[in-house]
């Protein structure tokens, strides 16, 4: 069955810190794997996807499909990036074409 | 112009009454979705849909049901509303089963 888990519902960093928020998945198939931000009083949208290999406002997720992960990563945390943050799986062989993981709340403390 | 637009914004109303919420997109996608994120911000998929298959989370209940009158529009229905049901509802679409969502700006219900 398709499933995205992001185990952790809140979490707390320094400006910055390190910060690395979890997402493990389940899929039977080749999954397209997405990091997408809600900030606060704004529309959901795309931060980005793990075919681009790209950073983004310096946010990198590897795709570890020995490990079936796409873990979030910054190295320096910033208080402009607290928001919350979801994993999403994107496939085509059966069931729901886009799911997501619970979320994530960042919070970044000055 | 805005690629995926809901109205209304903000509802409000009583238990026990039904009401519909609108999602239209403009960008040709083929697949539309409805996810309701609760008061803990966590968001859940509702129901994915295209012109050729409804897909139903079987843990919405019935009283919820999606129409969809042509390609680019998506509408939720929602009967005999709960108190339960207050959240943030999101409508988003996609081209093909591997792209990119875009979202609407939200539907804020309150069920009073």
């Known amino acids: 069955a398709q499933r995205v888990t992001q185990p952790e519902k809140l979490l707390s960093v320094f400006k910055g810190a390190p910060v690395e928020l979890k997402c493990n998945y389940s899929y039977s198939g080749s999954p397209e794997l997405f990091w997408y931000v809600q900030y606060s009083r704004q529309r959901l949208q795309l931060l980005l996807r793990?075919?681009s290999r790209e950073s983004i406002k310096g946010f990198t997720a590897d795709l570890n499909k020995g490990e079936t992960s796409f873990h979030l990563k910054k190295p320096f945390a910033q208080e402009e990036d607290s928001a919350m943050y979801y994993c999403?799986?994107?496939?085509?062989?059966?069931?729901?074409?886009?799911?997501f993981g619970a979320g994530t709340r960042l919070f970044v403390k000055a | 112009d805005t690629a995926v637009s809901q109205t209304p914004k903000y509802l409000v109303t009583q238990m026990g009454n039904d009401k519909s919420i609108k999602c239209e997109q403009n960008?040709?996608?083929?697949?539309m979705y409805w996810y309701k994120q609760d008061s803990k911000k966590f968001l859940k998929i509702m129901f994915s849909y295209n012109n050729k298959e409804l897909i139903i989370n079987e843990t919405v209940p019935n009283r919820f049901s999606p129409k969809s009158p042509d390609k680019a529009h998506l509408n939720l229905h929602i009967n005999s509303l709960e108190l339960g049901d207050s959240a943030v509802y999101f409508c988003?679409?996609?081209?093909?089963?591997?792209?990119?969502?875009?979202f609407g700006q939200g539907t804020r219900l309150t069920v009073v």
């Open positions: 999403a799986l994107s496939g085509d062989t059966g069931g729901f074409k886009t799911i």
């Open positions: 960008l040709g996608h083929d697949t």
């Open positions: 793990h075919i």
């Open positions: 988003a679409s996609s081209l093909g089963t591997t792209e990119e969502a875009f």
